[in-house]
């Protein structure tokens, strides 16, 4: 089955803790992306990656980091410098060629 | 970058009406997706739209790109079709998705 994957689908953690979400994809996607929802609100972008070992900051980046090791792959880590970083994390792929992107069923974040 | 902006925000409906959403733009569009994000908070792809009209089922989607707004069209609405549809435009060569910020519809039995 090809599809997007993401864990864990809750997390809780301390202020103060770095924490790792991870994203995985099967479809030989090229580009993959990292967008944060806030209740009520749509989606923004934290940060996007084209190519394995290339990736770019999106809107909302400060406080993020991630990296592009693998095509499959596209891990995101929310620092303790991120100042709100309790929010529901959705990550997407898309073909190279083609606008259209596919999502993952998303992490909830919750930072205490 | 472009704005997107989306009516109505909220929405109630009983079974079995039909409903149409929509979304406009600050400017011409050349690529639109609707979603449906479903209470688990699911994003599910609807239609990938730049123009034109498609069918899936009961629901349809028409753009205008040149006059800066997309349609969608729910008929016959279920009460499993609740939850937030979002429109989006992918901007620049790297296709960062800008979202509206959604519309909410309940379904009522």
């Known amino acids: 089955d090809g599809g997007i994957t993401q864990s864990p689908k809750y997390l809780f953690r301390k202020e103060g803790q770095n924490v790792t979400l991870s994203c995985e994809q099967n479809?030989?996607?090229?580009?993959m992306y990292w967008y944060r929802q806030d209740p009520g609100q749509g989606l923004r972008l934290i940060y996007y990656?084209?190519?394995?070992?290339?990736?770019q900051k999106g809107d909302i980046a400060e406080g993020y980091s991630v990296s592009r090791e693998k095509k499959e792959s596209f891990p995101l880590t929310v620092t303790s410098a991120q100042k709100n970083p309790t929010a529901f994390y959705l990550c997407?792929?898309?073909?190279?060629?083609?606008?259209?992107?596919?999502f993952g069923p998303g992490t909830r974040l919750t930072v205490t | 970058g472009i704005q997107v902006e989306q009516s109505p925000p909220d929405l109630i409906l009983q079974e079995g009406a039909n409903s149409t959403l929509r979304c406009n733009f600050s400017?011409?569009?050349?690529?639109l997706q609707w979603f449906h994000q479903n209470p688990w908070g699911q994003l599910i792809n609807l239609f990938y739209?730049?123009?034109g009209t498609k069918q899936n089922g009961r629901l349809s989607a028409t753009t205008v790109a040149t006059e800066r707004y997309s349609l969608l069209y729910i008929s016959s609405s279920q009460t499993t079709d609740s939850g937030v549809y979002f429109c989006?435009?992918?901007?620049?060569?790297?296709?960062?998705?800008?979202f509206g910020k959604g519309t909410k519809l309940s379904v009522k039995p």
């Open positions: 997407a792929s898309r073909r190279g060629l083609s606008y259209e992107q596919y």
């Open positions: 479809l030989n996607h090229d580009a």
């Open positions: 400017d011409s569009v050349n690529n």
């Open positions: 989006a435009h992918g901007q620049g060569s790297q296709g960062n998705l800008i």
């Open positions: 990656s084209q190519i394995v070992n290339d990736f």
């Open positions: 739209i730049p123009s």
